[in-house]
Nanobody, 119 residues
Framework: QVQLVESGGGLVEPGGSLRLSCAASGRIFSQYVMNWYRQTPGKQRELVAQITVPGLTNYADSVKGRFTISRDNSENTLYLQMNSLKPEDTAVYYC?????????????WGQGTQVTVSS
């Protein structure tokens, strides 16, 4: 059983920075595609950033140039460095891991961490 635990959320002023962490336990973290999603009330969960097993990254257009996803496989930890934060970045941020077993994709989710950008 995989467990993902996010931390690092909080209240920050516009233009500020936060770093989210996601600690993984259980199976083989290094073999998962890892993602950060975010969700605001009444909206669908949105993919923010992705990092593949070999370390390739992808970002939503809304965060390109401001957010950086990274992973430390030796520490089983995923990070999201968020700079130049805007009020529209306010959301609950979720860590997600995808395990591929043949034709099946298994999703693992953390409990979420609140990020609020406000003056």
């Amino acid at each position: 059983q995989v467990q993902l635990v996010e931390s690092g959320g909080g209240l920050v002023e516009p233009g500020g920075s936060l770093r989210l962490s996601c600690a993984a336990s259980g199976r083989i973290f290094s073999q998962y595609v890892m993602n950060w999603y975010r969700q605001t009330p009444g909206k669908q969960r949105e993919l923010v950033a992705q990092i593949t097993v070999p370390g390739l990254t992808n970002y939503a257009d809304s965060v390109k140039g401001r957010f950086t996803i990274s992973r430390d496989n030796s520490e089983n930890t995923l990070y999201l460095q968020m700079n130049s934060l805007k009020p529209e970045d306010t959301a609950v941020y979720y860590c997600n891991g995808k395990e591929f077993r043949g034709p099946m994709t298994i999703d693992y989710w953390g409990q979420g961490t609140q990020v609020t950008v406000s003056s």
